[in-house]
C-alpha cells in the first residue's frame, strides 16, 4: 500500500501525459526562478502556475493557480489546472504523517534511508509538512485508507468537472525546461524538407511558434476522464473495506508456513473487513456505463479525433494532449465489447464457461451485483468448508458469491480449481 501512494503520488495522468514524470527524467532539478505575487494579473498568475508544473513543484503552482481564481473566478485554465491538481494535493504532509505506522509495522531506519534519495527541492516541504490540525497522522490501515478515498473523491471531481465543461478548449502553455523532451519532438515533427534547385541545396524549414503549445478539446479531456475513471476502479477494493489489523497481521505471520485454511482463519480473526461508509464500490456501474457513453462518442467522431492521411492511416493530431490520436483499430471487436457491456448493465446474463467448448458449462452470472449492494462484511465471501489437508476450500459462506450467482451455485468456482 505504501509503494500504491508513492506511486500515485508522484506519477499519473496528466503529469505523466506531458512526459514529465519519470524516473529517468526527474533524477536532476532543475532550478527555475519564477516570482508569483498577489499584484499580479489573473493571467498573469495562470501563466506563471503553467510553469510550475512539474513533479517537484506541481503545489506551487497550484497556490499560483488559487490566487488567479480569486482574482478572477471565471479563469478557465486555472480552474481546469486546479480541479486536476486537486488529487496531488491530498499528500500534503505524507510522509511526515505516515511515520508512526512505518516505524510500528515497518523499517524505520530503511525508510529513512529511502526519504533522503527525494531530491532537495520545493517538495520536500510539500512532503514533510509537520501536522498541523488538518492533516492527521496516518497510524492504521483506515487512516491509509482514509487518504486514499480523499485521492480518489479528487478524481470523481475531476470527473464532475469534465462533464459539467465538455465545450472546453485551452491551449496550455509547458515549461520549456522540464519539458524539453516533449519540445524536441514537436520541433521534429513540425520541420519539413524544402526541395533544392539545381544552383542551390535543399533546406529544412521548422515552424517553431507552437512546439511549447498543448491544446485541449473534448477529446483530451474525455481521455482525462477515462484515465481517472480507470483509477477509481483499481483504488475501490482499496478504498471499499476496512482493512484495521491487516498490517500486524502481515508483521506477526511474515514467512510462517500455514495451510490455506489456518491462514484464512487467522486473517478473519485479526482484521476488521468491514463495509466502509464511503466505500467506492456503488460508483462502478456508473463507470462502466460512462465508459459506454465515451467509447460510442469516440467511434461517431473518428473523423476528427483520428486524422488520416490520403492513403487513410493515422496522422498525428498535431499540438494536442493526446497527439497520436484517438483511433479505433477495430470497430466490429468494439462494438461487440460494448455490445457485452450492456449485457453486463443490465443485470443477470447466461455465460459459457470452460475453454474445452465441448465441456463447456453455461452459468447465469450477475457481475454487477457484489458492487451495487456489496456485503457488509467481505469474510461473508470466504469458504465454509475445506478439504481434509485445509489447502482447498470446498464450499462458499455465501452460495450466490455476494449476489453475483443467482442460482447459488458458486461453489462450482471451488470445484474448478481442485
Given amino acids: 500500500m505504501k509503494k500504491m501512494i508513492k506511486s500515485i503520488a508522484l506519477c499519473t495522468s496528466l503529469l505523466a501525459t506531458l512526459s514529465a514524470c519519470s524516473p529517468e527524467k526527474t533524477k536532476e532539478v532543475t532550478k527555475v526562478q519564477l516570482s508569483v505575487n498577489e499584484q499580479m494579473q489573473s493571467d498573469e498568475l495562470t501563466a506563471a502556475g503553467e510553469q510550475l508544473i512539474a513533479p517537484h513543484t506541481f503545489h506551487l503552482a497550484d497556490r499560483a493557480f488559487a490566487l488567479a481564481l480569486e482574482k478572477n473566478p471565471s479563469d ?3 480552474e481546469f489546472y486546479r480541479v486536476f491538481l486537486k488529487r496531488f494535493m491530498v499528500f500534503r504532509g505524507v510522509m511526515t504523517n505516515i511515520k508512526p505506522m512505518v516505524k510500528k509495522y515497518g523499517d524505520a531506519a530503511k525508510y529513512d534511508k529511502e526519504m533522503k534519495k527525494i531530491p532537495n527541492s520545493p517538495i520536500n516541504d510539500f512532503l514533510f509538512m509537520p501536522a498541523d490540525g488538518v492533516i492527521k497522522p496516518i497510524n492504521t490501515e483506515e487512516d491509509v485508507q482514509n487518504l486514499l478515498i480523499a485521492y480518489r473523491n479528487a478524481l470523481q471531481d475531476f470527473r464532475t468537472y469534465v462533464a459539467m465543461n465538455q465545450d472546453l478548449k485551452l491551449e496550455l502553455h509547458v515549461n520549456p525546461i ?14 519539413t524538407v524544402v526541395p533544392g534547385t539545381k544552383e542551390e541545396d535543399g533546406q529544412i524549414e521548422c515552424d517553431t511558434s507552437e512546439i511549447a503549445t498543448v491544446r485541449v478539446n473534448i477529446a483530451d479531456l474525455l481521455s482525462l476522464k477515462q484515465e481517472a475513471a480507470g483509477e477509481i476502479l483499481y483504488l475501490a477494493l482499496y478504498t471499499s473495506y476496512n482493512f484495521n489489523g491487516l498490517a500486524q497481521y502481515t508483521k506477526d505471520n511474515s514467512g510462517k508456513e500455514m495451510t490455506a485454511k489456518e491462514s484464512y482463519d487467522l486473517l478473519q480473526s485479526k482484521v476488521d473487513f468491514k463495509l466502509l461508509k464511503n466505500e467506492g464500490f456503488t460508483a462502478i456501474r456508473s463507470l462502466g456505463a460512462d465508459l459506454g457513453v ?3 462518442w469516440a467511434m461517431k467522431y473518428q473523423d476528427s479525433i483520428c486524422p488520416k492521411d490520403k492513403n487513410g492511416m493515422p496522422v498525428a493530431r498535431k499540438g494536442y494532449m493526446f497527439k497520436k490520436g484517438l483511433c ?3 470497430a466490429s471487436n468494439l462494438e461487440k465489447n460494448l455490445a457485452l457491456l450492456e449485457q453486463v448493465l443490465k443485470g443477470t446474463m447466461a455465460v459459457k464457461i470452460g475453454s474445452d467448448e465441448a465441456n463447456q458449462i453455461t452459468k447465469n452470472i450477475n457481475f454487477l451485483a457484489p458492487f451495487d449492494k456489496p456485503v457488509a462484511d467481505l469474510r461473508m465471501l470466504t469458504p465454509a468448508t475445506w478439504n481434509e489437508a485445509g489447502t482447498q476450500g470446498t464450499s462458499f459462506k455465501d452460495k450466490t458469491l455476494g449476489g453475483m450467482f443467482p442460482d447459488q451455485d458458486a461453489d462450482f468456482l471451488l470445484q474448478q480449481t481442485k
Avoid at 516533449?182 to 515533427?189: A, G, L, R, V
Wanted: proline share 0%; aromatic share 4%.
Fill in 328 to 330: 479505433i483499430d477495430n
Fill in 76 to 78: 478557465k485554465k486555472a
Fill in 178 to 191: 522540464i519539458f524539453m523532451n516533449q519540445i524536441n519532438e514537436n520541433m521534429t515533427s513540425n520541420c
Fill in 294 to 296: 465515451a467509447a460510442k
